[in-house]
């Protein structure tokens, strides 16, 4: 809280037999810096700034299957916090940006794109922590991200995908990373400021007219 500049202010406890933290945050912002969640242009690239499939991995974690490799990676990205690409995202022409958390990357996306644009994902760029694919397969999967995939599955059109790339775009994360839609130009040199943070990241796609699919991942 004090890395994010925020102070508690009071609070209560609970018994439970996990354990459990949360926050209910007051804060305010300029009216004129807010990035809204819809706000995408048609041409703009797709930027993920941290990897996915923290769900996949705590859940095989849950039950012994998790490799300290994945479950370190995992804790690093829940960790560390988003304001650092956000301030790197601030300098450059971003239209629209949300967070990736419990509704997974593909439900996200579609939230952002609402009824006016389409997006098309490139798989081979999407970063998500290695050791998932195989946990996938496992099927270390969560009960919130089949919710996910029952939400959106028909605004999605998967051409020569995995079962286990699905389940890791359905994948419901804790503290997941920003998806912005930015201006092509600024793509790149963004892309190289925010890989100096030291997480996974990669522009994973772009967005475009309005199509019969909302997203399309090839």
Do not use: W
């Not at 609070?11 to 807010?34: E, F, M, N, Q, W």
């Not at 971003?94 to 579609?110: E, N, R």
């Not at 098309?120 to 919710?147: H, K, N, V």
Request: hydrophobic share 40%.
């Amino acid at each position: 809280m004090r890395e994010a500049g925020g102070i508690l202010a009071g609070g209560h406890s609970i018994a439970d037999a996990d354990v459990k933290y949360g926050l209910s945050v007051t804060g305010t912002i300029h009216p004129d810096r807010i990035l809204k969640n819809n706000g995408c242009k048609e041409g703009d690239l797709l930027i993920l700034t941290k990897p996915l499939g923290v769900g996949i991995v705590c859940t095989a974690s849950r039950v012994g299957g998790a490799e300290p490799a994945a479950m370190e990676l995992a804790v690093k990205s829940m960790t560390t916090l988003n304001k650092y690409a956000a301030e790197i995202l601030g300098k450059y022409r971003v239209h629209g940006c949300t967070d990736v958390t419990g509704f997974g990357f593909l439900a996200h996306l579609c939230e952002m794109l609402g009824d006016r644009f389409s997006a098309e994902i490139d798989q081979s760029r999407i970063p998500y922590i290695p050791q998932c694919p195989d946990y996938a397969e496992e099927f270390y999967l969560t009960a919130a991200g089949q919710r996910n995939r029952n939400h959106v599955k028909d605004r999605v059109k998967f051409e020569n995908v995995s079962f286990a790339m699905e389940e890791i775009l359905f994948d419901a994360q804790t503290s997941g990373g920003l998806l912005a839609s930015i201006c092509r130009e600024d793509g790149e040199n963004a892309l190289a400021e925010i890989e100096a943070l030291g997480l996974p990241c990669a522009i994973v796609g772009e967005i475009t007219e309005k199509k019969i699919d909302s997203v399309i991942v090839r």
